[in-house]
Nanobody, 123 residues
Framework: QVQLVESGGGLVQPGGSLRLSCAASGRTFSSYAVGWFRQTPGKEREFVAAISWRGVSTYYSDSVKGRFAISGDNAKTTVYLQMNSLKPEDTAIYYC????????????????WGQGTQVTVSS
């Protein structure tokens, strides 16, 4: 069992930046793909970004491409989501997910999920 803990959320003004962190407890992410999803009330859960170390691959939704960047530390214990040029429509609860299957992460079917961290973009 992998425990995931998100942090870094908060309230920022439009155009501002935040960096979210997803930390694994108990083991590293070396055998996993890790992704970020976000959700707001009344809307479907939306894929944001994912990273897989198997092929050193990253994936982004069109809505965040060019503004967000996903990365991991060399120890493979933490995955980051750097969010720049934030817009009000980025407001959501952001969840971290992990799975040994890259496809499961991208499709939102990962075996492991964090508790979420709130991101609010407002003036």
């Amino acid at each position: 069992q992998v425990q995931l803990v998100e942090s870094g959320g908060g309230l920022v003004q439009p155009g501002g930046s935040l960096r979210l962190s997803c930390a694994a407890s108990g083991r590293t992410f070396s055998s996993y793909a890790v992704g970020w999803f976000r959700q707001t009330p009344g809307k479907e859960r939306e894929f944001v970004a994912a990273i897989s170390w198997r092929g050193v691959s990253t994936y982004y939704s069109d809505s965040v491409k060019g503004r967000f960047a996903i990365s991991g530390d060399n120890a493979k214990t933490t995955v980051y989501l750097q969010m720049n040029s934030l817009k009000p429509e980025d407001t959501a609860i952001y969840y971290c997910t992990a799975d040994t299957r890259d496809s499961a992460v991208v499709l939102g079917r990962g075996d492991y999920w964090g508790q979420g961290t709130q991101v609010t973009v407002s003036s």
